[in-house]
């Protein structure tokens, strides 16, 4: 529901140090701290005072701190009552807020004050609202305490109400705390490792035993896994924790060289970093500088002891320093800051070796070995420890020392093992090279034979592949009859025709002249012969004449005969010109127009095609001559062949249809393969139907077969032609 937002702190607290100066100011404020109780701590003890116990405190606290901040909705969690407690000031926010997300908030508060971002209800959408939160009292009273706002803050705004609010916490917590939880965690942390050190007296060793345990929890929380980045959060978030510091940064390389640049990969309190941001910008180029230099930096200068080597002047850094460090310093506005460059762990037997300065084992390097080892190798992280309120830190302490130790024990870890060439590939490889790699060994070798047991043991339908076409069992090629040209084409592709309905017109021009001379010949014909048989009816010829008519008569007779024959002929043949559909169905021909139109053909030249998709359908097969012995036996058996087959053009489906015939003889393809032509009928067709001359797969199924034996039929069948035949 929400997640810190570096950039907006960055943001607020570049405009709080341009408001508020930078060194001198900050000093200034300490000395005026020091002399009267600030407005927070004045405003706690009045609070306080009129408050019978501390759950009365609280809310009083609550109330006043929802007023000065106008915040929407205050959550407070201690330990009187499981749930957090809210003063609500604004319905809809209250409504409207998960639960779940405000406890988990509340659970990873801690005694610096942290900012929050989570989406809140505005009319029809979600905007970003600012939420700051803060732990007043440590355990067992364990008091913590949220502000929710209805708006997002302004960078301006953010860090002095954070600065504020951590104010109040900080009163609260010496108003009510016990005297062993005045001091904050990091505090005590601080003082759990300088036990170590010998800094603190032995009578106080037991009770600072289990703060020294939790501490090396932490610390050891750093090895947890080995992503360079997701060790640089988690060494972020525990820094304020276990060190006097109320911010922390890590920063990383980004190449490995002589000379690396370094990039902000973790903020304490931010789990989103934009890297665009000036403050980002300035920490990055800051680190660079003091990469240089190799040593660690303290700012502002404090007078240390007269064996600290550890923290430089500001007043003596090169020329090189001064940029970056005043364009930090403006875009901060911390009170101090600590740069803690982290070399690659010395080789020695000591895990807590660190190039920083003074060592906690005896048989540690000496200080001149360890400052040679960092002359020599460049720094792999860099720690930044900002404090924005409080009495600065004057030197490197031993707590630092510690820390800083294991960070860089843990961050070069992290670094070496994303440098590890071909991890990916190189640690299943490793694994397999194990005593694991035996056991794997065992279990496929097990599966492998219970594989092969079950494939024999396991009958399956055999089949073969075979390809071909699915297309309708009624279709015809449409021929011309007769010589001619194509005078007039009424049909194009896919067009549904009825029977008798015309398709194609020719013209014939020597049929057309024909006709009208045998027309003119049987006219002149039919008119003598009309003549004559008027002569004979009319009896005024002789008997010579009648017997010449009668002759001529004959012979026009016979004449008319012939010619009607010729022009019977004739008409049938240009009937022949005139191409009609055989059956009701569909047009089949690509480019129809472009093919035949005005173009001339010849008799028994193929113009089209002609199907009937709404009949029965059926697939024509090419099965290769090899896979055909289980087919051809079962065919001339009688028995039933069924075939399942997919088609090109819906193949997420399959249908069924069953051998028809089966070809004779098998016929060599353009490929040079033999095959067998297959005919199958198609069982059922769906109602929107198949596109004609689909391709198709199919499966012709030839009976029960052992698994095993079906797999590997044709393994089996290439040893035997190829190997076992050699020999027989």
């Known amino acids: 529901m929400s997640r810190p937002n570096a950039s907006t702190t960055d943001s607020a607290n570049t405009q709080a140090a341009k408001a508020g100066g930078l060194e001198s100011a900050n000093a200034g404020k300490n000395a005026n701290s020091a002399a009267k109780p600030t407005a927070a701590e004045q405003t706690v003890r009045q609070l306080a005072e009129q408050s019978r116990d501390e759950a009365e405190f609280l809310h009083r606290l609550a109330t006043h701190l929802a007023e000065i901040h106008s915040a929407a909705l205050v959550a407070v969690q201690d330990n009187s009552f499981p749930q957090p407690r809210m003063l609500v000031r604004n319905e809809t926010i209250a409504a409207n807020l998960d639960r779940d997300w405000l406890r988990q908030q509340l659970g990873v508060v801690s005694p610096s004050a942290a900012s929050f971002v989570f989406e809140t209800p505005n009319g029809q959408t979600d905007t970003r609202a600012t939420a700051l939160g803060v732990e007043l009292l440590p355990a067992p009273q364990s008091a913590k305490l949220m502000l929710l706002h209805d708006h997002e803050l302004a960078p301006t705004a953010l860090l002095p109400a954070m600065k504020q609010l951590g104010e109040f916490a900080k009163a609260s917590r010496e108003r009510f705390a016990t005297p062993t939880q005045v001091d904050s965690e990091s505090t005590e942390s601080s003082r759990a490792i300088a036990t170590l050190a010998g800094e603190l007296p032995a009578h106080e060793l037991v009770n600072l035993d289990q703060a020294f345990r939790n501490v090396r929890a932490v610390m050891r929380g750093f090895h947890q896994d080995l992503d360079p980045t997701s060790t640089a959060y988690r060494i972020a978030a525990d820094l304020p924790r276990l060190l006097a510091c109320d911010r922390a940064a890590v920063l990383l390389p980004k190449t490995s060289s002589r000379r690396p640049k370094f990039q902000v990969r973790a903020i304490s309190g931010s789990s989103v970093i934009d890297r665009r941001s000036p403050l980002i910008r300035s920490m990055n180029q800051l680190a660079d500088a003091v990469a240089v230099i190799k040593r660690p930096l303290i700012l502002p200068a404090q007078a240390t002891s007269p064996n600290d080597e550890q923290a430089i002047d500001p007043a003596a850094l090169s020329p090189q320093l001064i940029e970056p460090l005043e364009g930090y310093l403006d875009e901060s506005g911390v009170h101090s800051v600590a740069m803690i460059p982290l070399f690659e762990p010395s080789q020695s037997d000591d895990p807590y070796a660190t190039e920083l300065g003074q060592d906690l084992s005896p048989d540690a390097p000496s200080d001149d070995e360890l400052r040679s080892h960092a002359n020599n190798h460049p720094p792999i992280a860099m720690l930044i420890l900002e404090t924005f309120s409080g009495d600065p830190a004057t030197e490197i302490s031993p707590a630092i020392r510690e820390v800083a130790d294991e960070s860089a024990l843990a961050l070069s870890n992290a670094l070496n093992h994303a440098s590890v060439f071909a991890l990916p ?259 059922e067709v769906p109602e929107d139907g198949f596109r004609g001359d689909a391709e198709v797969t199919a499966k012709i199924v030839c009976g029960k077969k052992r698994y095993l034996a079906s797999a590997l039929d044709d393994v089996v069948d290439w040893v035997h032609r190829n190997v076992l035949f050699r020999f027989r």
Do not use: C
């Not at 009609?580 to 010849?602: I, K, M, N, T």
């Not at 998709?613 to 090899?626: H, I």
């Open 425 to 683: 590939l190189r640690r299943p490889l490793a694994a397999a090279s194990r005593r694991a790699f035996r056991n794997w060994a065992m279990a496929i070798s097990l599966s492998v034979i219970a594989g092969l047991i079950a494939g024999w043991l396991i009958r399956v339908d055999h089949h073969v592949v075979a390809t071909g076409e699915a297309r309708p069992a009624v279709r015809r090629a449409i021929f011309a009859g007769i010589d001619g040209i194509v005078d007039e084409l009424l049909v194009s592709d896919g067009d549904h025709v009825q029977a008798g309905e015309m398709l194609v017109r020719l013209d014939n021009a020597e049929l057309t002249r024909e006709a009208e001379a045998v027309s003119g010949e049987l006219a002149t014909a039919t008119q003598q012969l009309s003549s004559i048989r008027a002569l004979l009816l009319s009896g005024d010829n002789g008997d010579r004449d009648n017997a010449q008519n009668i002759l001529e008569q004959q012979s026009l007779e016979n004449q008319i005969e012939s010619l009607n024959k010729r022009l019977d002929l004739n008409q049938q043949m240009q009937s022949m010109l005139s191409i009609r559909a055989p059956f009701d169905g569909q047009v089949v021909g690509w480019r129809l127009d472009e093919r035949l139109s005005d173009h001339p053909v010849s008799r028994g030249d193929r113009l089209l095609s002609m199907v009937q998709p709404d009949g029965p359908w059926e697939l024509e097969l090419k099965l290769e001559e090899s896979r055909s012995r289980e087919v051809l036996q079962r065919y001339s058996n009688g028995d039933p062949l069924p075939i399942r087959f997919a088609i090109e053009t819906r193949p997420t489906e399959t249908f069924e249809a069953e051998v028809s015939s089966v070809g004779s003889v098998a016929r060599r393809r353009a490929d040079g393969r033999s095959v067998l032509d297959v005919v199958a009928k198609i069982n």
